[in-house]
Each structure stands twice: as structure tokens, then as C-alpha cells.
């Protein structure tokens, strides 16, 4: 017996209808009429009646219709299976950004080697820029990074992203928002310090300007930096104040080493882009596994520092 027209056999008693299964098929109505001749004609029975509205099941129909989904159902798990043992073994090279490193990533490569114990995983740390030219290159097979990719050879999804806030070394003296202070006050006050962003025309660093710029800030002081360690660093030791996520450093905010600015308004958050070459069927379990990841990370860190997308 034909599994496709088993399968279109299905669909045609899901839609009771001839023509809107060929379209879901992408075949042609006279194609499907004709399968299900062919099956009626192997099973002995006639399948369909033809009503005003379209076509329902025959007693018979019904009977076969239960027993098709098991065999549709059992073809999947086996098809799963293979994919599986093909997943399970072989070299996947992936790069993420430095704020995915210190974030979720590590909880993610646990997670696939989970399901994927004899999957070896070579990880590559650079900027969004560089893993996405490196992805184009075939030089990895899938990227995190903060940007969608427009390229018919590739797909990409946002998974989650991080809020930005203003953090200050705990000791400093400066202020957030004022009460009797307007936010643009505040914002041409905080200009006139040291700003710590992420590496040069990233998005984030993108973000940060515009947003100083809407408030009047034309020439703020950006210290640009393409170490998430490094900028932790030296906002701690007082350098100056970094718009980041704080999920990235609760325990440097809950101990004391760092605190938050608050009241101010902050530059957008920070996207968590996965992208990844279409055809990839690795790349693509390995994304439903990261999915999951960073649906526990947001859950672990609080809806305010952290919102999955999709």
C-alpha cells in the first residue's frame, strides 16, 4: 500500500474536501481523486461520500481512517528515530556572542549533550558581525547573535531577549533619575559620563546613541568593548556606567559589587537571534532544544529581566 495516499487519504478526511487537500498536498484535485480510487479499489470499500458541502467518511471510511493515523503516526516516530541516531554522533560548530556565553549558552550546551551524548560541540566567540559572515562562509553551522538575517540560504529566529539597564560600581556617587528631575535632565547628566557599551557598531552600541541622541546628547563619552568580562570588570572598579543587561550580573547586583540606576530610561533590549543554514536538520533540532533553554533561563532570572519570544 501507498503511503502517500494513505497520507492524502487523511487529509482529505480532515478538510472533507478533494480540492482543498490537493492544495494542501500541492498537487492537483484529479491527482487526489485519483489516489483515493486506487486505495478504494486495494481496501474493497468505498471510502467517501459526496455530499453538498463537500465529502464525509462512509462507516468503512471511519475505520480506516483510525488505523491510517497509526500507521502515519508510527512512520514519524520511525523517521524521528533515524534522525535521531543520525544527530547523535559527528562535529556541530556554533557561535554566540559574548552576552549568550555568559547568559544561557552553557545551559544549552548541557541540554544538547543530554539528548546528544556522542555530539561533539565546537563553540567560536565573536561579534555579531564576524559569526554571521563566518555562518555565510560554511566556517560554522549555527549562530546566536542579536540581529535577523535577510538570505534565501538561511533562517533565522528570535528566541529571547534581555532588558538593558543602566549598572555603576557600588560605591559611586551617581545618581539615577532625580525626583524633581526630568528624563531629559537626567539623561544629559548621565551623558556627561563615561558610557561602557558593547563592541562598536553592534546593535546595542547602535541603540545606546540613538537613545542619547533623542535626549539632546549628541557627543556622549562611549567606551566600546567586545568583552561582556571586561565591561563587568571595569564598571565594577568605577570606569564608568554600562548599559547591559542585569540579568547577566544578579549576583554582582545582589552581593553588592554592582547596583542599578533607576527611573532612567534605557536603550531597547538585547535580541538573541539564532540563525542557522536552511536544510540543517541538526541545526534545527539543536534550535528546539535552545528554545527550551532559554525558557527556563527567563524563568530563573524574572519576567522583568528576561521575555521569550515565540
Keep these: 500500500m501507498n503511503l502517500k495516499f494513505l497520507e492524502t487519504f487523511i487529509w482529505v478526511a480532515k478538510l472533507r474536501s478533494f480540492s482543498l487537500a490537493a492544495e494542501k498536498l500541492h498537487s492537483t484535485q484529479a491527482a487526489i481523486s485519483s489516489r483515493i480510487s486506487v486505495l478504494e479499489e486495494e481496501l474493497g470499500a468505498k471510502l467517501f461520500k459526496r455530499e453538498p458541502k463537500g465529502v464525509s467518511l462512509t462507516r468503512a471510511g471511519e475505520r480506516v481512517l483510525h488505523h491510517a493515523e497509526l500507521v502515519s503516526r508510527s512512520m514519524t516516530e520511525l523517521y524521528t528515530s533515524v534522525q535521531d541516531e543520525n544527530l547523535a554522533a559527528g562535529t556541530i560548530r556554533i557561535g554566540a556572542m559574548d552576552s549568550a556565553i555568559h547568559s544561557w549558552f552553557v545551559d544549552f550546551v548541557a541540554d544538547a549533550t543530554h539528548h546528544y551524548p556522542n555530539l561533539d560541540i565546537e563553540v567560536t566567540t565573536e561579534t555579531a558581525l564576524n559569526l554571521n559572515e563566518q555562518l555565510r562562509r560554511g566556517m560554522l553551522d549555527l549562530v546566536i547573535q542579536t540581529d535577523m538575517v535577510r538570505d534565501e540560504t538561511l533562517?533565522?529566529?528570535?528566541?529571547?531577549?534581555?532588558?538593558?539597564?543602566?549598572?555603576?560600581?557600588?560605591?559611586?556617587?551617581?545618581?539615577?533619575?532625580?525626583?524633581?528631575?526630568?528624563?531629559?535632565?537626567?539623561?544629559?547628566?548621565?551623558?556627561?559620563?563615561?558610557?561602557?557599551?558593547?563592541?562598536?557598531?553592534?546593535?546595542?552600541?547602535?541603540?545606546?546613541?540613538?537613545?542619547?541622541?533623542?535626549?539632546?546628547?549628541?557627543?556622549?563619552?562611549?567606551?566600546?568593548?567586545?568583552?561582556?568580562?571586561?565591561?563587568?570588570?571595569?564598571?565594577?572598579?568605577?570606569?564608568?556606567?554600562?548599559?547591559?543587561?542585569?540579568?547577566?550580573?544578579?549576583?554582582?547586583?545582589?552581593?553588592?559589587?554592582?547596583?542599578?540606576?533607576?527611573?532612567?530610561?534605557?536603550p531597547p533590549p538585547l535580541p538573541f537571534v539564532i540563525t542557522w543554514r536552511t536544510g540543517t536538520n541538526r541545526a534545527e533540532r539543536l534550535v528546539e532544544i535552545a528554545k527550551e533553554t532559554v525558557r527556563k533561563f527567563a524563568e530563573r532570572v524574572g519576567n522583568d529581566a528576561a521575555r521569550v519570544i515565540g
Design 155 to 266: 533562517r533565522s529566529v528570535e528566541v529571547l531577549e534581555l532588558s538593558i539597564d543602566w549598572i555603576a560600581a557600588a560605591d559611586s556617587d551617581i545618581p539615577g533619575k532625580q525626583e524633581d528631575e526630568t528624563m531629559t535632565a537626567a539623561l544629559r547628566r548621565l551623558g556627561a559620563e563615561r558610557l561602557i557599551t558593547y563592541s562598536r557598531h553592534s546593535r546595542p552600541h547602535q541603540d545606546l546613541l540613538r537613545l542619547m541622541q533623542s535626549y539632546g546628547v549628541n557627543e556622549a563619552r562611549v567606551s566600546c568593548m567586545n568583552s561582556l568580562a571586561a565591561m563587568i570588570q571595569l564598571t565594577q572598579a568605577g570606569f564608568g556606567v554600562a548599559a547591559m543587561p542585569s540579568a547577566l550580573v544578579q549576583d554582582l547586583l545582589h552581593n553588592g559589587g554592582l547596583r542599578k540606576l533607576e527611573g532612567l530610561e534605557s
